[in-house]
Nanobody
Framework: QVQLVESGGGLVQPGGSLRLSCAASGIIFRIYTAGWYRQAPGKQRELVAT???????NFADSVKDRITISRDNAKSTVYLQMNSLKPEETAAYYCNVAAGHDYWGQGTQVTVSS
């Protein structure tokens, strides 16, 4: 079955950086769009960034200049490099692969706090 396993979350100070990884299995990863979403307590899940099979990217306006998304199809992995993190970006971050059906990882917690 399809599995998406996120890693790389944790506690970081404001202005710090984190790199999230999401390893996919059970799916032909390279042909699908992959992305990252986040959900803060009491809020709806929101888009952070997506990357298509061809490498085209899309970002939420709030993160455009500070976050990059990339993928390694040989490793079936999508990455999210986050810089200059803000406290309001504290949330659970979820990996997504859009393969007709939306597949989700279990989430990884990112806490931005001093």
């Amino acid at each position: 079955q399809v599995q998406l396993v996120e890693s790389g979350g944790g506690l970081v100070q404001p202005g710090g950086s984190l790199r999230l990884s999401c390893a996919a299995s059970g799916i032909i990863f390279r042909i699908y769009t992959a992305g990252w979403y986040r959900q803060a307590p009491g809020k709806q899940r929101e888009l952070v960034a997506t990357i298509t099979s061809g490498g085209s990217t899309n970002f939420a306006d709030s993160v455009k200049d500070r976050i990059t998304i990339s993928r390694d199809n040989a490793k079936s992995t999508v990455y999210l490099q986050m810089n200059s993190l803000k406290p309001e970006e504290t949330a659970a971050y979820y990996c997504n692969v859009a393969a007709g059906h939306d597949y989700w990882g279990q989430g990884t917690q990112v806490t931005v706090s001093s």
